[in-house]
């Protein structure tokens, strides 16, 4: 009887030993977990506060950088393009009015004309303005979007049709380079391309292809800054955001050469598509050419 209580005593003891570990062990394992879960608790916030504190600082920093970068904006375009009158190509849209306020802010007088496509003939050509016959053009700009006459309907279309959509605009946007070759040509001036970043079927990105400059910035400091430099000085090339341009704006130029403005006879005061000083006679007020494609 003696072994059998004492055995019996044995397991009560070691069962209840045991109990009572599990018991103290729950109970430092789960104040173990909450610590932990409130240390890493505390180090996410800590950097949620530092991430909201530097964010403010970068909006701070950004907004004196912006500011600054306005105010050399504002000092490097004043006189750019004083006495230099520009043609500008387009509707009375929201990308011509950008336009013509960046060009007028660097002292250029600029003239809007719609560009005219006749279907019968398959010409292009601008729409009569008492100031072309007497206005002489020392560059164009160009906002305007051709559209070609049967895109087809884009919810119905099948492959071939739409096959035959692309090649339609692509032969339209061709002969309106065409025609912008002519009124170059016929002008001797520097052409440049300019859309807002997120314009769709903005001919700015085939121009590059054509050997037009131009930016797809307008409407920002990029923008403003790239149209200038393009038109007052011999700097070429596309310049965006577009994977293909050159880069976002384009250098500084080394110099701004000045109108030719001692010469009495008629000649146009621009450069050539490839930056050459122009000084090629030409009639003053002479209607551009219509092109025949």
Partial sequence: MYNMRYHLASLISVFLALAIGLVLGGLITEGTEEGVQETLLESIQRDITQTRESNA???????IAFGFADMLLDDFKLGKLEDRVILVLGTEG???????????????TTLLVVPEHDTADSTWSIKDHPALENLEFHGIVNTYVPAGDDHGDTDTATDATDNQADESVTQYLSEYFIYLREL???????IVFAALEDAEGAPVVYAWDEG??????????????????LLASPTEGMFGSDE??????????????????????????????????????TTPGEQPPAAEN
Avoid: C, K, W
């Fill in 57 to 63: 600082q970068l909006r701070s920093d950004n907004i």
């Fill in 212 to 229: 037009f400059s131009g930016t797809n910035q307008l409407g920002n400091r990029y923008g403003a800054y790239t149209l200038i430099v």
């Fill in 94 to 108: 929201r990308e011509s009015q950008m336009a013509i306020s960046d060009l007028e802010a660097a002292g250029a």
């Fill in 244 to 281: 293909d341009a050159l880069a976002l704006y384009p250098p500084i130029p080394a110099e701004f050469p000045p109108l030719d403005s001692g010469d009495e006879s008629d000649t146009t005061n621009g450069y050539t598509a490839n930056g050459e000083e122009s000084n090629e006679e």
């Fill in 184 to 190: 170059q040509s016929h002008y001797n001036v520097p």
